[in-house]
């Protein structure tokens, strides 16, 4: 049995390798690898790097790279949103700019001069990926690279020590890559669905969104399997050229409850996704 996000920072290598059962139920800790034996192989896919895993009792089921470093492009955007809800309360306002909307879209088309809350905005950084979004909760705790930073720290708090942002969405390009790894992604969302809000809004197929002009409009969850996976809880999908397709996905069954990432990938993810968790609920 293979175990993630399970050490203390303190813990000595004697006493990870000693204790199976405390490490698998203790809070996150280094994202480092255990020596010892090999992962076991998931079904394949498209994806380059994949990871299967129980989020209650840490145990990865089977993974491919896991420790390798990609670029997470949009799957990033759960640690903005844990920055966003540990400082900013979800009805705190802000008004848009022009400089939010001035990003490489995925955008949920934010209006300058228009108010939004951070309920609102999350919703739109977690459900339809925009990057605007992404740029305006940034402004709500900090600006840019103040988010930037809060955002390493927070990695690095999680354990997730191989993680590096960028940007606030996710988005990379030559000189500011962002980089993670699957097991770090799983550590980032392990912690994330401790927020219930996140956890709620991840789980929503819909919600009403400021039009900017006095009215509301409706976004919509670009996961496909939140509406076709039987107990999918949510996820989080993303692409650049530099990480290509890269998918999260999150589902319950039977009380457990499992998460299945896939990176680095030249086709969409939606199929793997169901795969990989199939499989891992068959193990026992």
């Given at each position: 049995?293979?175990?993630?996000?399970?050490?203390?920072?303190?813990?000595?290598?004697?006493?990870?390798?000693?204790s199976m059962t405390a490490l698998a139920s203790a809070p996150p800790g280094v994202s480092e690898p255990l020596p010892g034996a090999a992962f076991v192989a998931p079904p394949d896919g498209p994806a380059r790097a994949s990871l299967v895993a129980d989020l209650d009792s840490g145990r990865i089921y089977g993974a491919r790279d896991p420790y390798g470093t990609y670029a997470p492009a949009s799957t990033i955007k759960p640690l903005l949103a844990m920055v966003v809800m540990d400082l900013v309360n979800p009805g705190a306002a802000m008004r848009a700019t022009a400089a939010d909307n001035d990003v490489e879209c995925s955008c949920v088309g934010l209006a300058p001069g228009a108010v939004y809350t951070a309920r609102q905005l999350l919703d739109a950084l977690l459900m339809?990926?925009?990057?605007?979004?992404a740029n305006a909760l940034a402004d709500m705790v900090g600006g840019y690279r103040v988010a930037i930073?809060?955002?390493?720290?927070?990695?690095?708090?999680l354990g997730a020590r191989s993680?590096?942002?960028?940007?606030?969405?996710?988005?990379?390009?030559?000189?500011?890559e962002t980089v993670t790894t699957p097991h770090d992604l799983a550590v980032i969302y392990r912690a994330a669905l401790n927020y219930p809000l996140f956890a709620q809004i991840i789980h929503?197929?819909?919600?009403?969104?400021?039009?900017?002009?006095?009215?509301?409009?409706?976004?919509?969850?670009?996961?496909?399997?939140?509406?076709?996976?039987?107990?999918?809880i949510g996820g989080k999908t993303g692409f650049t050229n530099l990480a290509k397709e890269t998918y999260v996905a999150l589902a319950q069954r039977s009380g457990r409850r499992l998460i299945a990432v896939m990176m680095y990938s030249d086709d969409p993810l939606w199929d793997q996704g169901r795969s990989l968790l199939d499989w891992g609920f068959a193990q026992q």
């Open positions: 049995m293979r175990v993630f996000l399970g050490r203390w920072q303190r813990a000595v290598l004697a006493v990870a390798t000693a339809v990926s925009g990057n605007d979004a930073q809060r955002m390493n720290v927070k990695a690095y708090q993680t590096k942002a960028s940007s606030p969405s996710g988005l990379d390009g030559p000189g500011w929503q197929s819909t919600a009403a969104f400021p039009d900017g002009k006095g009215g509301v409009k409706q976004i919509a969850s670009h996961d496909r399997l939140l509406a076709s996976y039987p107990g999918f």
